[in-house]
Nanobody
Framework: QVRLVESGGGLVQPGGSLRLSCADT????????MGWYRQAPGKERELVAR???????DYADSVKGRFTISRDNAKNTIYLQMNSLKPEDTAVYFC?????????WGQGSQVTVSS
């Protein structure tokens, strides 16, 4: 059974940094893509960053230049380095993997940016 294990959320001041991690039980070679979405209270879930099997990346306009998605193939783990965090980045961040017949979601990690 596929299981995604997330870590790294927390509370940070504006301008600070956090790194999220998401470990997959299977190799990236079996995935079309992996990445993160986020959902703030009262808002729809939105794409934050995504990396394909071949290494291509996509970012939401609101995080370009501040967030970086990367992966460690040997550990089947992806990372989201978040710099220059803003209060509007506050949300639950969900790791996800795209497989042939759908999307698998992690349990979510709370990120709160507040002074």
């Amino acid at each position: 059974q596929v299981r995604l294990v997330e870590s790294g959320g927390g509370l940070v001041q504006p301008g600070g940094s956090l790194r999220l991690s998401c470990a997959d039980t299977e190799s990236f070679l079996s995935r079309n893509a992996m990445g993160w979405y986020r959902q703030a209270p009262g808002k729809e879930r939105e794409l934050v960053a995504r990396i394909t099997r071949y290494g291509g990346t996509d970012y939401a306009d609101s995080v370009k230049g501040r967030f970086t998605i990367s992966r460690d193939n040997a550990k089947n783990t992806i990372y989201l380095q978040m710099n220059s965090l803003k209060p509007e980045d506050t949300a639950v961040y969900f790791c996800m993997v795209e497989v042939v017949d759908g999307t698998i979601w992690g349990q979510g990690s709370q990120v709160t940016v507040s002074s």
